[in-house]
């Protein structure tokens, strides 16, 4: 099989369905039009920047390169993260991008040179789609359990503060709010693992049938994906959380917030 090239033309027939969902905001005052219109712009931009510089770094097959341009990632996705979860007492940028940065390029690492099996491990045809996929899908669950876990503290703040008056670290103060964080964060996932092939066909294997590769080893790789994807989320949500509870709470277990 081989892989139809999509012209400008056919990318700006997709216009249509931006213009649509555009006019829907618009009749139902929904206020989204701008959001919408920047959104496109920089699907666009960002898009065909990131498709250059892959380019770019997969011609030099250079480790540190790749490595630099992972960071660069997880870098963005913390920054995301930051714009997500409004919250101005507890700094969030900093703790987020050191325990993704570090925890994913681990698992990105044990995907490609252990389950895949690639050799070198940084081959950037599989470290960075997989790493990407790593980072995308842990990003949207970590924005989830932050936004849960501040929230929570708030609503619960009476009860928090009266487990550490009688003498509770916060640690035990918080137990079952990390719990139901970390739970809300990882829900998506484990949706996605009892759907996956029912509902629909997810983004890797599409792509891979696109490029006409076969179905059966397509599926192969999306079940690696579903796979790591969990693990992921779990280990950026556990690591994230378990930091950023730390940081509303002072040396001596008093709350911040």
């Given at each position: 099989m081989?892989?139809?090239?999509?012209?400008p033309?056919?990318l700006?027939?997709?216009?249509?369905?931006?213009?649509?969902?555009?006019a829907?905001?618009f009749s139902?005052?929904l206020g989204?039009?701008?959001?919408?219109?920047?959104?496109t712009?920089?699907?666009f931009?960002q898009l065909?920047?990131?498709?250059y510089v892959?380019?770019?770094?997969?011609?030099?097959?250079?480790?540190w390169?790749?490595?630099?341009?992972?960071?660069?990632?997880?870098f963005w996705?913390a920054h995301?993260?930051?714009?997500?979860?409004?919250e101005?007492?507890?700094?969030i940028?900093?703790?987020?991008?050191?325990?993704?940065?570090?925890?994913y390029?681990?698992?990105?690492?044990v995907?490609?040179?252990?389950?895949?099996?690639?050799k070198p491990?940084?081959?950037?045809?599989?470290?960075?789609p997989?790493?990407?996929?790593i980072?995308?899908?842990?990003m949207?669950?970590i924005?989830?359990?932050?936004d849960?876990l501040?929230?929570?503290?708030?609503?619960q703040?009476?009860?928090?503060?009266?487990a550490?008056?009688?003498?509770a670290?916060?640690?035990e103060?918080?137990g079952?709010?990390?719990?139901d964080?970390?739970?809300?964060?990882?829900?998506?996932?484990?949706n996605?693992?009892?759907?996956v092939?029912l509902v629909?066909?997810?983004?890797?294997?599409?792509g891979?049938?696109?490029?006409?590769?076969d179905?059966v080893i397509?599926?192969?790789?999306?079940?690696?994906?579903?796979?790591?994807?969990?693990?992921?989320?779990?280990i950026?949500?556990?690591i994230?959380?378990?930091v950023m509870?730390?940081?509303?709470f002072t040396?001596?277990?008093?709350l911040?917030?």
């Amino acid at each position: 099989m081989n892989v139809i090239d999509v012209g400008p033309l056919q990318l700006a027939y997709c216009l249509v369905f931006i213009l649509i969902a555009v006019a829907g905001s618009f009749s139902l005052k929904l206020g989204l039009e701008r959001d919408l219109i920047v959104g496109t712009i920089r699907t666009f931009a960002q898009l065909g920047i990131i498709g250059y510089v892959l380019k770019f770094i997969f011609d030099l097959d250079n480790s540190w390169l790749i490595l630099i341009l992972f960071a660069f990632m997880v870098f963005w996705a913390a920054h995301a993260i930051r714009g997500r979860v409004k919250e101005e007492k507890v700094a969030i940028f900093i703790p987020t991008f050191i325990s993704m940065v570090s925890s994913y390029t681990l698992v990105s690492i044990v995907v490609t040179s252990v389950i895949v099996q690639v050799k070198p491990w940084y081959t950037p045809q599989y470290f960075i789609p997989l790493g990407g996929m790593i980072i995308g899908n842990s990003m949207n669950a970590i924005t989830i359990s932050l936004d849960h876990l501040f929230s929570d503290i708030r609503k619960q703040r009476d009860e928090v503060e009266l487990a550490l008056c009688l003498g509770a670290t916060y640690q035990e103060a918080t137990g079952t709010i990390l719990r139901d964080t970390i739970r809300a964060g990882m829900i998506p996932s484990i949706n996605s693992l009892m759907t996956v092939g029912l509902v629909s066909i997810p983004g890797m294997m599409t792509g891979q049938i696109l490029a006409g590769a076969d179905p059966v080893i397509a599926i192969k790789y999306q079940i690696i994906v579903m796979l790591m994807l969990v693990a992921s989320t779990a280990i950026g949500s556990i690591i994230v959380v378990n930091v950023m509870r730390r940081r509303c709470f002072t040396r001596a277990h008093q709350l911040v917030l």
